[in-house]
């Protein structure tokens, strides 16, 4: 079965930082690329990072560019959002998702996790 | 960036309505067009992708359609499990974005 678990989220103060996880199972996890995407507590959908399946290419969206950093461990079918100087409006459930058969559309998705960034 | 704008931002209709959504794009996007419904407490799930085509296991009362600029979705007889937001999103270019959502109710 297809499988995105994220884990990492919690509580944290504003300017702080927190590694989210999204472990994979049930596809070959290295030829995908990988994404985040969030949701701020009763908003819409937030396109937040993306990472091919070559490391090189990353994209971030304007709001967390320079605080975050996407990555991915292949040998540990992994994929890591890092989140630095963390702001309130940064406070959302993180999904990681990807388009696994589909060439551009989220068609697997984790369960989220929730960051709430506040003092 | 391309901005996507749903509408009606919520709707409420009887079961067996046909309900349609629209999203309009700020420039043209082709057919780089996705839908999903999201359920409360869930992950969104694809329902449509490549603006017209339905993802396996999706009922075929959903349906999808346009081009360039202006997409419609489309319940054509709304169920009681149908109760969601759902959401249009171009993949044309980054950013990625998605429309403000669209939530569905029953009357």
């Known amino acids: 079965e297809v499988q995105l678990v994220e884990s990492g989220g919690g509580f944290v103060e504003p300017g702080g930082s927190l590694r989210l996880s999204c472990a994979a199972s049930?596809?070959?996890?290295?030829?995908?690329?990988m994404n985040w995407v969030r949701q701020a507590p009763g908003r819409g959908l937030e396109w937040v990072s993306s990472?091919?399946?070559?490391?090189?290419?990353?994209y971030y969206a304007d709001s967390v560019k320079g605080r975050f950093t996407i990555s991915r461990d292949n040998s540990k079918n992994t994929l890591f959002l890092q989140m630095n100087s963390l702001r309130a409006d940064d406070t959302a459930v993180y999904y990681c998702?990807?388009?696994?058969?589909?060439?551009?559309?989220?068609?697997?998705w984790g369960q989220g996790t929730m960051v709430t960034v506040s003092s | 960036d391309i901005q996507m704008t749903q509408s009606p931002s919520s709707l409420s209709a009887f079961v067996g309505d046909r309900v349609t959504i629209t999203c309009q794009a700020t420039?043209?996007?082709?057919?780089?067009l996705n839908w999903y419904q999201q359920k409360p407490g869930k992950a969104p799930n694809l329902l449509i992708y490549?603006?017209?085509n339905l993802e396996t296991g999706v009922p075929s009362r959903f349906s999808g359609g346009g081009s360039g600029t202006d997409f419609t979705f489309t319940i054509s007889s709304l169920q009681p499990e149908d109760i969601a937001t759902y959401y249009c999103?171009?993949?044309?270019?980054?950013?990625?974005?998605f429309g403000g959502g669209t939530r569905v109710e029953i009357k």
């Open positions: 998702a990807s388009t696994i058969v589909r060439d551009n559309a989220f068609d697997v």
């Open positions: 990472i091919g399946a070559s490391y090189d290419d990353t």
């Open positions: 420039q043209d996007i082709s057919n780089s």
């Open positions: 999103q171009q993949y044309d270019s980054l950013p990625l974005t």
């Open positions: 490549d603006a017209s």
């Open positions: 049930g596809f070959t996890f290295y030829y995908y690329a």
